[in-house]
Every structure is written in structure tokens, then in C-alpha cells.
């Protein structure tokens, strides 16, 4: 029966798109069904299989998602930690680990002595003279200067806790290729039952979060998050040169699915999209 099963999905996964539109077939082969007097085992074994699948889908993902973020933080927290701490801290004389980390603290720490001058001038700070003046600039350096070494550290700490997490997520990839495909004929199988306004929301949600004419804001946070968590220089050049190309590429890949495989698969959809986008 296991065996029945699996070899029933993977023929879901290997499916591909024919001249006829599926929604078409799907009512050929449920007209032929109801005429089918087997037709009460049959839905037995298929309700066994979707829930076989369903539930195998279900622990694949846990399996891809849980497995690489718990060894990320198991690793950064119990071995990477207490290394690179020692070596940043002890025997390391930098604090800034790229340029765009000095520009940040020189322009707190400026940000901070136009705050004191400010609080002078409207009579708040008491104390006018110069050593206390200093004493205030000091101690707001040392607090910059110990979190943009933490900052830098850990940026040394998530390139070697991601780089574990992603050699282990193609790992689970490479040892587990009939749940792949399992997960695969899933996903597959529940988009492409949607409803078409259900799969002409999702388009348009999905294209005007990404490739929208909003979306060059989204990018340029996701963008300099991603920097920061490296590690590595804020390049307001390389940040603009990305969102004038990348969303236009992956609008142009959106589109050639949509006319190569949705048009085929349901064009009703691909109708409802234009209809709803206009």
C-alpha cells in the first residue's frame, strides 16, 4: 500500500502541462469517476494518499525550516559565541568592521554632541563646563564604540551559523529527494486547485509586493538588513544598481510562467488576473 502510495505521488510530481487545459481533463476524469462503480475504494485510497502526502509535506517543511534555524542558533550560542568573542574582543584592536559602521557611529556620535549644545542653549544641562562636556562625549564613545564591535563580531558569527544552516538545508535536500518530491506534487496540486480568483489574488498580491511600484522601498530595507547582518558595506550604488534590475528580471521570469505554464494550465485565471489588474 506504501509503496502504491508513493509511486501514485511521484506520478502527481512528474506531471506536465498537455495541449488540453486541465480544467477541462479535471471534469472529464471526475464525469468518468461517478460512473466508475468502484468508485467508493477509489476515494478511500485517494483520501489515504492526500493524507499521506499532507502529512509528509507537513514534516518535510517542519524538517527544512526548524532543523537549519536550530543548528544556526545552537552553533552561534554555544560554540561561535564564546570563540569569536574572545579573539574580537582580546586580541583584536579593530571595532568597525567595514566603513559604512564608521560613518553610522561618527554620525551618532555628532548627532549626540548637537544634543548637548542644544540642551546648553535651552538652559536643561546645568552643568556648562568643559570636563563635564567631555566626560558626557567620552562615555556616549565608549557605548557606540562597544556596540559596533558586538555588531561587527556578529556579523563574523552569522556568516560561518548561515553558512552551517545552508550546507545542512542542501544536505536535508540532497538525502531526502522522494519527500522533495512529494512536497513538490503538494504544492503543485493545491495551488493549481485554487479557485481562478483565488489564483489571480495571490498574482497580484505576490507582484505588487515584489515587482510593484512600491517595492523599491521593501528592497532597499531588505537589502541593507541583509549587508548588516554580513557584515559588509552599506554600497548605496550597489543597493540602487539591484533594485533597478532584479525586479525587473524576476517581473520578466513572473511573466514568461504565467504566459508559458498559467496560460495553458488555466487561462480562466490568467483572464480573472487581467480583468482584476485593470
Known amino acids: 500500500m506504501k509503496y502504491w502510495n508513493l509511486k501514485k505521488i511521484n506520478q502527481f510530481a512528474l506531471e506536465k502541462t498537455g495541449i488540453i487545459p486541465r480544467s477541462i481533463i479535471k471534469l472529464f476524469n471526475r464525469f468518468k469517476k461517478e460512473l466508475n462503480p468502484n468508485l467508493e475504494l477509489e476515494a478511500l485510497e485517494e483520501f489515504k494518499v492526500i493524507k499521506y502526502q499532507t502529512l509528509a509535506s507537513i514534516k518535510y517543511i517542519l524538517v527544512l525550516v526548524i532543523m537549519p534555524i536550530l543548528i544556526n542558533q545552537i552553533s552561534k550560542t554555544f560554540i561561535l559565541n564564546p570563540i569569536i568573542n574572545y579573539f574580537w574582543n582580546h586580541n583584536s584592536t579593530y571595532i568597525f568592521f567595514n566603513e559604512s559602521q564608521e560613518e553610522r557611529a561618527f554620525a551618532e556620535l555628532q548627532r549626540f554632541e548637537e544634543k548637548i549644545h542644544f540642551e546648553i542653549l535651552i538652559g536643561k544641562l546645568k552643568d556648562k563646563s568643559y570636563s563635564n562636556i567631555e566626560k558626557k562625549m567620552t562615555q556616549k564613545a565608549l557605548e557606540i564604540a562597544l556596540y559596533y564591535s558586538n555588531e561587527s563580531s556578529n556579523a563574523i558569527k552569522n556568516i560561518i551559523a548561515d553558512f552551517i544552516s545552508v550546507i545542512l538545508?542542501?544536505?536535508?535536500?540532497?538525502?531526502?529527494?522522494?519527500?522533495?518530491?512529494?512536497?513538490?506534487?503538494?504544492?503543485?496540486?493545491?495551488?493549481?486547485?485554487?479557485?481562478?480568483?483565488?489564483?489571480?489574488?495571490?498574482?497580484?498580491?505576490?507582484?505588487?509586493?515584489?515587482?510593484?511600484?512600491?517595492?523599491?522601498?521593501?528592497?532597499?530595507?531588505?537589502?541593507?538588513?541583509?549587508?548588516?547582518?554580513?557584515?559588509?558595506?552599506?554600497?548605496?550604488?550597489?543597493?540602487?544598481?539591484?533594485?533597478?534590475?532584479?525586479?525587473?528580471?524576476?517581473?520578466?521570469?513572473?511573466?514568461?510562467?504565467?504566459?508559458?505554464?498559467?496560460?495553458?494550465?488555466?487561462?480562466?485565471a490568467v483572464a480573472t488576473y487581467h480583468n482584476m489588474n485593470e
Open 169 to 268: 538545508f542542501i544536505s536535508i535536500l540532497i538525502i531526502r529527494k522522494r519527500q522533495f518530491s512529494i512536497l513538490k506534487s503538494f504544492i503543485n496540486e493545491y495551488i493549481y486547485g485554487l479557485s481562478d480568483t483565488a489564483k489571480a489574488f495571490l498574482i497580484i498580491l505576490f507582484t505588487d509586493i515584489f515587482v510593484g511600484f512600491h517595492s523599491p522601498h521593501g528592497w532597499e530595507i531588505i537589502i541593507e538588513a541583509i549587508l548588516r547582518h554580513f557584515g559588509l558595506p552599506e554600497s548605496r550604488d550597489f543597493i540602487f544598481l539591484f533594485i533597478s534590475t532584479f525586479p525587473v528580471i524576476l517581473d520578466t521570469i513572473f511573466k514568461y510562467w504565467i504566459f508559458r505554464y498559467l496560460n495553458k494550465i488555466s487561462p480562466s
